[in-house]
């Protein structure tokens, strides 16, 4: 079994979406002890936003493609093979300014794909085109968003969502680690997380 584990914040020592994630996956280890991971780290290589040239390649069909064309194209065919590949997903990362981390949604874009991932219907509806499959979101913050004043304001759950959803994957588990500027609520908050993975992973 192939485990994608994404991870994306940039503070590679005390990063709590980190620490969870990388339980997470010792658990999914024990549990599946031929589980292969195989880690994208956004924060160590970035991916490049897309560009107007790249966006022509992927709607130009793949035999009419120029080289130049064809080398715009291959890194964002390598994130979509590495999806494709993965039987199980594990994301791990902040929310900033209420939503993704620019390096996250970089991913995205490079792996939603017309004629990839999803397709158009002939009455314009799109189609998931990877079939479902678990995914763990770990998600930090530093503040509460799960519950309280602040909870409308969290955007990062609502795209993960339906970007994943989007591509055909529906099976989203969301561990969340609420109020991580602060250490004593940082202190509650991890070991709180870690519960949640012990009881998603039995």
Do not use: C
């Not at 991870?7 to 024990?30: H, M, T």
């Not at 002890?33 to 130009?60: C, K, M, R, W, Y």
């Not at 968003?145 to 588990?173: C, E, K």
């Amino acid at each position: 079994m192939n485990l994608l584990h994404i991870k994306v914040s940039p503070n590679l020592f005390g990063s709590a979406s980190r620490e969870v994630s990388d339980y997470l996956v010792d658990r999914l280890k024990v549990k599946h002890p031929q589980l292969n991971e195989t880690v994208l780290d956004l924060s160590q290589e970035p991916l490049p936003h897309l560009d107007g040239f790249t966006i022509e390649a992927f709607f130009t069909e793949p035999e009419q493609r120029t080289e130049q064309q064809k080398n715009a194209v291959r890194l964002s065919d390598r994130m979509v093979d590495m999806l494709f590949a993965s039987e199980l997903i594990v994301l791990s990362s902040p929310m900033w300014n209420l939503g993704l981390p620019s390096v996250l949604k970089a991913w995205f874009d490079h792996i939603t794909r017309a004629g990839r991932t999803f397709r158009f219907t002939d009455g314009g509806d799109k189609i998931g085109l990877v079939a479902d499959r678990k995914v763990y979101v770990v998600m930090a913050s530093g503040s509460a968003f799960s519950n309280g004043p602040y909870v409308s304001h969290d955007q990062f759950t609502p795209y993960i969502n339906v970007a994943f959803q989007y591509v055909g994957i529906r099976d989203l588990n969301f561990i969340r680690i609420d109020g991580t500027h602060d250490p004593l609520t940082r202190d509650v908050a991890v070991p709180k997380a870690i519960s949640s993975v012990d009881e998603m992973i039995i």
